[in-house]
Every structure is written in C-alpha cells, then in structure tokens.
C-alpha cells in the first residue's frame, strides 16, 4: 500500500502569472499547502504550495518554480501527494479515502465479497465502491448501518450488501421475465 495520500489535483491555470487552482481532497480545502512539498504521483516532480485564495470552492495556488500561464497549465491533471505521516492522527471511527481503497470487503458471514476499489461522495454521503470477486461491482453507502466494522489492521472491513443487491444479479438478464 502507497505511504503517500493524495491531498489533491491540479485543475487549470489562474490567471497569467503562475497559479493553478487546485481541487483540494483534505476537510480544510486550504490545508492541501499545510502539510510540506507535495509532489507528482510518479514522483519525480516535487512542489511548495501556497495557498493564496479560494474561488468557486478551488483552491488558488503558487507553485515554486511556475511563473506563467503555460507552466502552470501543463501541470492541468497532475495529483498533488504526500507522504501519510505528514498528515494529522484520525480520531476513532474517522478515516482516509486511502486507508479504505485495498481492504477486503466481507459479509457479516466472514464470506468473501471483494475489495474496495474507492471511496466516493456524490453528494449525499461517502459511497465504498467494491470490486467484486465474483465479476461486477456493488456501491455501499459508507455508514456504520451498512459497514459496521473497519479493521484496518487487519486489512478488512464487514459490509451488510444493500437488500437491492441481490435483485440485481439475479436480473443480469435485462429485466428480462420468461
């Protein structure tokens, strides 16, 4: 598992002089400059950030070394990381995307369902997205209801699978009835 977390993404230049407007992944969008240099997810292109102001929910920001336009847009794309012990101690029952993505998804039988391919938020809540170990993917909503147990050291989490989950593999044939 990468030591390093993605604490954001370069979107697009702002302005003429350098800055990039960042879409932050930390609770603190400004906190994505509080944790030291990040760098590239190939690591070989490393950054100071300062952040200098925010704008329709982007953070503004310098980088050492871009002074125009272009170079602040051929960054466009490039995650921003760093490493996971820069950042602050989660309290209990309070988690990172990256300590998620990679855990084996079980059912509240200790039979095996998957693993966790990513965490999202489509607005209302943070949604696990399970890659199937029998072929197909199931959404679960992040919520002590539906994954009562995350055990990160031991690389597991329970998920009780919604009740439509079932219906949907069993109507793989497009909803067709015979």
């Known amino acids: 598992m990468d030591s390093r977390v993605c604490v954001g993404i370069i979107v697009g230049?702002?302005?003429?002089?350098?800055?990039?407007?960042?879409?932050?992944?930390?609770?603190?969008?400004?906190?994505?400059?509080?944790?030291?240099?990040v760098e590239s997810e190939d690591g070989t292109r490393s950054f100071r950030l300062d952040a200098v102001g925010e704008a329709?929910?982007?953070?503004?920001?310098?980088?050492d070394g871009i002074r125009d336009r272009d170079g602040a847009e051929a960054l466009k794309g490039t995650r921003l990381f760093v490493p996971r012990?820069?950042?602050?101690?989660?309290?209990?029952?309070?988690?990172?995307?990256?300590?998620?993505?990679g855990l084996r998804a079980e059912a509240t039988?200790?039979?095996?369902?998957?693993t966790v391919r990513?965490?999202?938020d489509f607005g209302a809540g943070d949604v696990l997205d399970i890659g199937l170990d029998a072929g197909g993917s199931l959404m679960v909503p992040f919520t002590r209801a539906a994954v009562p147990?995350?055990?990160?050291?031991?690389?597991?989490?329970?998920?009780?699978?919604p009740p439509?989950?079932?219906?949907?593999?069993?109507?793989?044939?497009?909803?067709?009835?015979?």
């Open 109 to 114: 039988d200790g039979g095996a369902l998957g």
């Open 85 to 101: 012990e820069r950042l602050p101690a989660t309290e209990e029952d309070e988690f990172l995307y990256s300590d998620l993505a």
């Open 56 to 63: 329709k929910g982007l953070v503004i920001a310098r980088l």
């Open 118 to 120: 990513g965490v999202f």
């Open 13 to 37: 230049a702002q302005g003429v002089r350098g800055q990039v407007r960042v879409k932050s992944f930390t609770a603190d969008p400004a906190d994505v400059a509080a944790y030291g240099p």
């Open 164 to 178: 439509f989950a079932e219906d949907e593999k069993d109507g793989e044939d497009g909803g067709k009835q015979g």
């Open 149 to 161: 147990v995350v055990d990160l050291a031991g690389g597991r989490l329970v998920v009780v699978p």
